[in-house]
């Protein structure tokens, strides 16, 4: 069985929610190791007052006993501690008594560069928080926890995967200190690295299968990525082939690692390096131009509290997006209903080569 990750949740409700299934069992977890990761998703310079708030710690309510996974569905929460001042305004059900706290009223001014317009146009919504809170960055948090079972499973067969945001742009905290004080945002690039990667995990079989193609998918779904690259990427064409490409020794290791550890849909034993870049965030605290729906009048978006750079929130989350892609593909090719199964798999395989 495949690796399979669903999760639900709003910004404001009551708690983010993730169903892992295809999971070996005996794999142990550490609620410390999914916490810390939680912890580094919420650190980073120039991110907003919310980060005060929530003191993200994940909950396990189905599929582990003791510490270790039973092969069945697990199921993840992250509590939104901020959901007591948005009760009512997130309220599940119809809502009784006055409107109190946050999100009582209706949202009509959509922000350029986030989901809200083409949301409420495509689901018909007639309040913009229909969509904007679902689309919020928030919901990575329950990604992140994921990622963080996903690193566990790829240990046991030696991998390691580690994600650090480029000292530019919004990772800079005297360019974050300027944007801040122009009530502007930032993005920034991520670099995302894997090390004991075994040759063989993805295939060139059918574009589905492609590790490359789902490794870019998986980054290009997270909020504000606008570019994904696989070593050195776009520089490669601007290179000769008899300068882009990596020779391989006697030993079938590489001279160089242009490749990213990836040719042909595949890894190919070298360290696997993506890279992703994110635009700068949309919610603006001097804000753009944009259209009442109510009234169908010009008007200035909305300004919500919001990070001014989240970069290295980013590179948290990258980190977990391609742990899980990488997770699936050692699944998929050691197969395994026991943990034990699923290493003397990869173990054999790699002894064969």
């Not at 709003?10 to 169903?19: R, W």
């Not at 001014?109 to 229909?130: E, F, I, M, T, W």
């Amino acid at each position: 069985m495949t690796l399979e990750l669903a999760s639900a949740g709003e910004s404001h409700g009551p708690a983010l929610v993730a169903i892992l299934s295809g999971l070996p069992a005996g794999l142990e977890l550490e609620q410390t190791a999914i916490d810390a990761d939680l912890r580094r998703r919420q650190q980073g310079y120039g991110r907003s007052p919310r980060q005060q708030i929530e003191t993200d710690e994940v909950e396990v309510l189905a599929g582990l006993r003791h510490g270790r996974t039973l092969g069945t569905p697990l199921a993840l929460v992250v509590r939104n501690r901020d959901h007591k001042n948005w009760t009512w305004g997130m309220s599940p059900w119809p809502p009784e008594g006055e409107p109190e706290g946050k999100g009582t009223r209706p949202v009509t001014l959509p922000r350029p560069g986030h989901a809200d317009l083409a949301g409420v146009q495509k689901y018909g919504h007639d309040d913009v928080r229909n969509a904007l809170e679902r689309a919020s960055a928030r919901h990575t948090a329950v990604h992140v926890a994921a990622g963080a079972v996903a690193k566990a499973l790829l240990a046991t067969i030696g991998v390691d995967v580690r994600g650090e945001a480029l000292a530019e742009h919004g990772a800079d905290p005297a360019a974050v200190d300027e944007a801040r004080k122009a009530r502007d945002t930032l993005g920034g690039t991520v670099t995302v690295r894997a090390t004991g990667v075994p040759p063989g995990l993805g295939s060139y079989a059918r574009k589905d299968d492609r590790l490359d193609a789902r490794l870019a998918a998986a980054l290009m779904g997270i909020q504000a990525v606008k570019s994904v690259e696989i070593g050195d990427g776009k520089e490669l064409a601007g290179l000769r082939g008899s300068e882009a490409h990596d020779e391989i020794k006697p030993d079938k290791t590489r001279m160089t690692n242009r490749a990213g550890g990836l040719e042909g849909g595949m890894s190919n034993g070298e360290e696997l390096v993506v890279r992703c870049s994110m635009k700068p965030l949309p919610t603006l605290m001097k804000p753009l131009r944009s259209v009442d729906l109510a009234t169908g009048e010009a008007a200035e978006a909305l300004v919500e509290r919001s990070d001014v750079s989240a970069v290295e929130a980013l590179a948290v989350v990258a980190e977990a997006a391609v742990a899980w892609e990488l997770a699936r593909a050692a699944k998929e090719k050691f197969g395994g209903d026991a943990l034990v199964d699923f290493v003397a798999a990869h173990r054999v395989y790699v002894e064969r080569l």
